[in-house]
């Protein structure tokens, strides 16, 4: 595929047709999302194909009581797990009722249905986090594993294949840690559902560069971009 084409085709597909992946195919998305960079090329990540219909049973119900908690912050109109207005962790709103029922998630609920599950972990011993003890949340050390994961579905996409990334299993991180066999210094960073789409997304949603590109400073004026969206 044309590379424009992969990266503006390449959106959150959770529909999957029920055919296999081949090991050959999911082999060569690995093979060349391995490419990614990550802080000093340390390449702390670990990903676990999830074979046994056990434990993908027992990762769909951790991700449901992870969603679930998601979904409560949604219904209550707020974002989700977002930091205060001082960028530090805060407390869940008041308003959050996390015992109300919520939106079924038919992704979720049916998780196994997807031909692939890979759970990325990291070594959080392998992160060199710039800004760890900055008086916020910390967001460098992610920055070493995500575009491994992006690489994964952009590689997915070059195949014919289609996928998301999910965070919902990190709420259950102990549990999954445990099922999984992770060692102490691994953190979740995602899973990933991968398949033969239902139908592949073409048109994607995203704000055009003069909007996020500005000159000098944050208020500066804005750099265009090439073409508006789509
Ligand atoms: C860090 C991150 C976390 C995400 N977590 C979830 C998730 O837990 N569940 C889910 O269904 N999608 C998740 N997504 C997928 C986003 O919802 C999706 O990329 C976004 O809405 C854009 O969708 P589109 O490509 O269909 O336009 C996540 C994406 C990122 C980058």
Redesign the pocket.
């Known amino acids: 595929m044309e590379f424009a084409d992969v990266v503006r085709t390449t ?2 597909v ?1 529909r999957f047709r029920d055919e296999p992946v081949p090991d050959a195919t999911l082999a060569r998305v690995f093979d060349n999302a391995r490419f990614a960079p990550s802080g000093g090329n340390r390449q702390g990540w670990h990903v676990i194909v999830l074979r046994s219909a056990e434990v993908r049973a027992k990762i769909r119900a951790l991700s449901l009581a992870g969603y679930q908690e998601y979904a409560a912050y949604v219904a209550a109109g707020h974002v989700p797990f977002s930091p205060g207005e001082d960028g530090r962790w805060q407390q869940p709103p008041g308003d959050v009722d996390f015992t109300a029922p919520v939106a079924r998630n038919r ?1 979720v609920e049916e998780l196994e249905r997807a031909p692939v599950l890979a759970v990325l972990a990291v070594d959080l011993r392998q992160l060199a986090v710039t800004d760890g003890d900055l008086p916020r949340q910390s967001v460098v050390g992610g920055g070493s594993v ?1 575009p491994f994961a992006q690489n994964i579905l952009l590689s997915a996409r070059n195949e014919g294949l289609g996928g ?5 299993l990190c709420r259950r991180e102990a549990e999954a840690k445990e099922l999984l066999g992770l060692p102490q210094p691994y953190a979740i960073a ?1 899973m990933l559902a991968i398949g033969v789409p239902d139908r592949h ?1 073409r048109k ?2 995203r704000r055009p560069v003069e909007d996020f590109v500005t000159l000098d400073r944050f208020d500066g004026p804005a750099f265009g971009g090439p073409g508006g969206n789509g």
């Not at 998301?164 to 919902?168: A, I």
């Open positions: 959106g959150a959770r992704f995500y998301v990334l999910t965070t919902f995602a997304p994607l949603t």
